[in-house]
């Protein structure tokens, strides 16, 4: 395991676990926070060993959202439009959400704010019977800044969007279930073992052919039907040129389970 300031990083088997380690600020994001898990991000995706990505916190908080200490901080010295921490937020955003790589948030405790919205960006979401979901955005006046507008009505609909960022409504796991803001909900001690159930699956898995997947689901939106279909034209002559797609053809010929590689 490797020590990143605020931030523990693991990698097993494929799966690279990454701990947001601020209990005592319930794992806040401070803009260096935010620049070493965005760095972390880029490490990982470039390294072939990693197959996987889960997301976890340390303690009793999944991530509280944006750190306020450091907010009222830059507010005091009257650079709280410039001080940086929206455009460092929105570049980590943007990094996890296009990442080619399987990614898991294992929710533990509470997710607010920018905490809630960097589960948003993960492929899979799985919730601990702990886990707490709310904006945090509209109790503050303030309208959502680390990309839930535009997550929630896709993942949820608008309407129940609406409810959870006009409202401001603290969210239990089973109404998140219930929502479809996660996909799967188990006790607090199974967390760790789910999460990796799931991670494992996938990293064993054709990973190149689910970056191309999740390429196309996040491009496809902005797409006709008849421009998705040459894209999907294009991705798959992609995997069947892969070394995971003749392994495919290969095992298949010969009855067998394939072993995928990533490539």
């Known amino acids: 395991m490797t020590v990143q300031s605020s931030l523990l990083s693991q990698v097993e ?3 690279a676990w990454i701990t947001l380690n601020r209990p ?3 794992n806040a994001l401070d ?3 935010l620049r070493a898990l965005h760095a972390l991000l880029e490490n990982h995706a470039a390294d072939p060993a990693v197959r996987v990505l889960v997301l976890t916190g340390s303690g009793r908080s999944f991530c509280a959202g944006a750190d306020l200490a450091e907010w009222a901080e830059a507010e005091a010295r009257g650079a709280l439009e410039t001080y940086g921490w929206t455009e460092t937020a929105h570049a980590l955003m943007a990094c996890l959400h296009q990442l080619g790589k399987p990614t898991i948030a294992a929710i533990n405790g509470t ?7 960097l589960t948003l960006c993960c492929d899979f979401r799985i919730a601990a019977q702990s886990a707490r979901f709310k904006a945090g955005y509209t109790s503050m006046a303030y309208s959502p800044d680390a990309g839930a507008s535009w997550h929630l009505p896709r993942l949820i609909g608008s309407e129940q969007a609406k409810r959870l960022l006009f ?7 089973e109404r998140a279930l219930a929502t479809g803001l996660v996909s799967e909900v188990c006790s607090d001690e199974q967390l760790a073992s789910q999460a990796l159930e799931l991670a494992s699956r996938l990293a064993s898995g054709p990973t190149f052919a689910f970056a191309q997947t999740k390429r196309l689901m996040r491009e496809g939106a902005q797409r006709s039907l008849a421009e998705q279909l040459q894209a999907e034209l294009a991705a798959g002559l992609l995997c069947g040129r ?3 797609g003749a392994e495919a053809l290969r095992a298949a010929i010969e009855k067998r389970s394939p072993t995928f590689i990533g490539q």
Request: proline fraction near 4%.
């Open 111 to 117: 997710a607010v704010g920018a905490g809630m919205d």
């Open 31 to 33: 803009i260096p926070t």
């Open 167 to 173: 409202l401001d409504e603290l969210w239990g796991a």
């Open 24 to 26: 005592a600020q319930r």
């Open 242 to 244: 892969s070394q995971d």
């Open 13 to 15: 088997a494929g799966v």
